[in-house]
């Protein structure tokens, strides 16, 4: 699978949009790329994922740039609920071995 | 639909007892996997299952076992608890492997080892 990089931390205002950056440099043309947050200790949540378009559902949006090297997770109006841990995952379909990093911790500030 | 549900929610062992962390879904997944996290760090793979009777190994499976022989049901067993075996294990589940847009998370076991 292919390396990660986040940013460990990030603070937002409420109500504004909150960009979440990630590299993923040693990305293969056959991977994905999966977002996913963690809220207080529960399990994991799947947010959004993509392979090369931008994708939009009602959560967030993933911007994915031409040469698939970063993403963007936008998280259109970041409300005090959206205070988590957020992973940024790459791994392809018939690979097994979902894997999370450190994540960046997200503070959604009043 | 109870969804992956987790057993028990809280345990504490002395070093060197062994135990079993249940994990059962009730959506016919074919896919479950065991993840650790130790604090302030992200979910690590200790075991996965693709069905029944199929069991593989992830990034650190040293000191578990797993068996998985209905579909609905995939328990973690810790063969001699560590004190390094403390953390949080949650089971995961999704209906085929490769779907991680679709993978449903337990709730969790806190486990500290004395």
């Known amino acids: 699978d292919a390396k990660t990089t986040q940013p460990p931390s990030m603070d937002c205002a409420e109500g504004r949009a909150a960009n979440l950056p990630c590299n993923h440099s040693t990305i293969s043309g056959n991977e994905y790329v999966y977002w996913y947050r963690q809220i207080h200790s529960q399990g994991p949540q799947y947010i959004i994922h993509g392979l090369k378009n931008n994708e939009t559902n009602e959560m967030a949006s993933l911007i994915i740039t031409e040469d698939r090297k970063s993403s963007t997770l936008i998280l259109p109006h970041a409300t005090l609920r959206d205070t988590a841990v957020y992973y940024c995952i790459v791994m392809s379909s018939n690979d097994y071995k979902l894997s999370f990093g450190a994540g960046t911790t997200v503070t959604v500030r009043a | 639909n109870a969804g992956v549900t987790q057993t028990p929610k809280f345990q504490v062992l002395k070093t060197g007892q062994s135990m079993t962390l249940q994990c059962a879904q009730d959506?016919?997944?074919?896919?479950m996997s065991w993840y650790r996290q130790d604090p302030g760090m992200g979910l690590r793979l200790i075991h996965y299952?693709?069905?029944?009777?199929?069991?593989d190994q992830g990034e650190v499976p040293n000191g578990y076992n797993v068996s998985r022989s209905t579909t609905e049901d995939f328990p973690l067993r810790l063969l001699s608890a560590a004190p390094s075996q403390t953390s949080v294990y949650f089971c995961a589940s999704s209906y085929s492997p490769g779907e991680a847009e679709k993978l449903f998370f337990g709730s969790g076991t806190q486990l500290s080892v004395l």
């Open positions: 959506m016919n997944h074919e896919y």
């Open positions: 299952s693709v069905g029944a009777g199929i069991t």
